[in-house]
Nanobody, 117 residues
Framework: QVQLVESGGGLGQAGGSLRLSCAAS????????MGWYRQAPGKQRELVAT???????NYADSVKCRFTISSDNAKNTVTLQMNSLKPEDTAVYYCNARSRYTYKVYWGQGTQVTVSS
């Protein structure tokens, strides 16, 4: 079975930073793409950032120039560096991965990020 486990969420301050990490298990898992999504209260789940390769990333307009997504070469892990946090970043953040070989899509359980003003 494949599991994605997020870590690094919690309470941050406006203008501060948090780093979210997601690790897939088993460690032999390899993704063709990984990403982060978030869902705030009363809103639909939305794309935050995705990565296919270091030169192929995509960011939501609201997080461009503030957040950075990165992954290991095998795409077994993915990290979201969140800088210049805003209260509007408050949401549950979900890790997402698409299997390189089966194309199955997996989701993490989500981690809460709360940004105080």
């Amino acid at each position: 079975q494949v599991q994605l486990v997020e870590s690094g969420g919690g309470l941050g301050q406006a203008g501060g930073s948090l780093r979210l990490s997601c690790a897939a298990s088993p460690s032999t898992f390899s993704a063709s793409a990984m990403g982060w999504y978030r869902q705030a209260p009363g809103k639909q789940r939305e794309l935050v950032a995705t990565i296919i390769s270091p030169g192929s990333t995509n960011y939501a307009d609201s997080v461009k120039c503030r957040f950075t997504i990165s992954s290991d070469n095998a795409k077994n892990t993915v990290t979201l560096q969140m800088n210049s946090l805003k209260p509007e970043d408050t949401a549950v953040y979900y890790c997402n991965a698409r299997s390189r070989y089966t194309y199955k899509v997996y989701w993490g359980q989500g981690t809460q990020v709360t940004v105080s003003s």
